[in-house]
Nanobody
Framework: QVQLVESGGGLVQAGGSLRLSCAAA????????MGWFRQAPGKEREFVAA????????FYADSVKGRFTISRDNAKNTVYLQMNSLKPEDTAVYYC?????????????????WGQGTQVTVSS
């Protein structure tokens, strides 16, 4: 069993930055992939970024490429999402998720564990 807890959300002006954290507890294997997703009101949950727990593989949605950076600190069992040049359309609840292997990381249904989410609001 894996528990995920997100933090770091908040209110920021357009053009600003935020860093989200996802603390993982439980049995995290080196094969795991960690993802960030977001869900805006009235919209489906969408993929943002993913990273492998043991290697440097990363993958980003086109909408955030060049603005967001996903990283991890294995010693702290924590995954981060650095968000720069934020836009009002980035406003959403951001979720951290874990899956047992890399592959098809953009598909919501492939993830086994989810956090409770953290709200990010970008004002114009």
């Amino acid at each position: 069993q894996v528990q995920l807890v997100e933090s770091g959300g908040g209110l920021v002006q357009a053009g600003g930055s935020l860093r989200l954290s996802c603390a993982a507890a439980g049995r995290i294997l080196s094969s795991y992939a960690m993802g960030w997703f977001r869900q805006a009101p009235g919209k489906e949950r969408e993929f943002v970024a993913a990273i492998t727990w043991s290697t440097s593989n990363t993958f980003y949605a086109d909408s955030v490429k060049g603005r967001f950076t996903i990283s991890r600190d294995n010693a702290k069992n924590t995954v981060y999402l650095q968000m720069n040049s934020l836009k009002p359309e980035d406003t959403a609840v951001y979720y951290c998720a874990a899956k047992t292997h890399w592959g098809l990381v953009a598909a919501t249904k492939n993830y086994d564990y989810w956090g409770q989410g953290t709200q990010v609001t970008v004002s114009s």
